[in-house]
């Protein structure tokens, strides 16, 4: 799976838009990219999933580049429940045998009151 | 909505004692992942299994064993636990090979003293 690159931290005001980067430059024309969060003391929660089109769900936007080098998760209305941290992760379908998914360290967002 | 239930929330344990963590889902998924997470190397995968009696290694294998008797129970075994061991373990699980949307439990901390 191709290896993604996230700032460590961010933070947003409340109210505004979040705008979350991930860089993926090795990633290979079969490879998804996934958002997934973990707010504190819980398990990391799905939020959206792409391949090469900007997709929209009721949690985020997700705006993929046309090189699909890289990526931005956008909340566009950030609350203080968004205070988590978000990782960024790319792979490629599941196959037979091949059903790893690899988090790295994420992005802390913090939302300003 | 999928719930993974993972049997306890924080656990103390002893060097050199076996230690069993339990993971249920109840949604009839396929798949079921063992992660575990320390602070500054993000999530990182022990075993997954994609069937009953199936597993394979994840990244991280060594000093762990799991068992998947039944479709729906996931479990990890730490054959004999070390202090190196004390960290947060999540279980995660997905309804097939061709849906890669990971579904958590909200994890077990677990201490070796």
């Known amino acids: 799976d191709a290896k993604t690159t996230q700032p460590p931290s961010m933070d947003c005001a409340e109210g505004r838009a979040a705008n979350l980067p991930c860089n993926h430059s090795?990633?290979?024309?079969?490879?998804?990219v996934y958002w997934y969060r973990q707010i504190h003391s819980q398990g990391p929660q799905y939020i959206i999933h792409?391949?090469?089109n900007n997709e929209t769900n009721e949690m985020a936007s997700l705006i993929i580049t046309e090189d699909r080098k890289s990526s931005t998760l956008i909340l566009p209305h950030a609350t203080l429940r968004d205070t988590a941290v978000y990782y960024c992760?790319?792979?490629?379908?599941?196959?037979?045998?091949?059903?790893?998914?690899?988090f790295g360290t994420g992005t802390r967002l913090t939302i300003i009151p | 909505d999928v719930k993974v239930t993972q049997s306890s929330r924080y656990l103390v344990k002893r060097t050199g004692e076996k230690v069993f963590l339990e993971c249920v889902q109840d949604?009839?998924?396929?798949?079921m992942f063992w992660y575990r997470q320390d602070p500054g190397l993000g999530l990182r995968l022990i075993y997954f299994?994609?069937?009953?009696?199936?597993?394979e290694k994840g990244d991280i294998p060594e000093g762990y064993s799991v068992s998947r008797e039944k479709k729906e129970r996931f479990s990890l075994i730490l054959e004999s636990a070390s202090t190196n061991q004390t960290s947060m373990y999540l279980c995660?699980?997905?309804?097939?090979?061709?849906?890669?949307?990971?579904?958590f439990g909200s994890g077990t901390q677990l201490s070796v003293l």
């Open positions: 995660a699980s997905s309804l097939s090979q061709h849906n890669e949307k990971l579904f």
């Open positions: 090795t990633i290979s024309g079969n490879e998804y």
């Open positions: 792409g391949l090469k």
């Open positions: 992760i790319v792979r490629a379908p599941l196959n037979f045998g091949n059903e790893k998914l690899t």
């Open positions: 949604m009839d998924h396929e798949n």
């Open positions: 299994s994609y069937d009953v009696k199936m597993k």
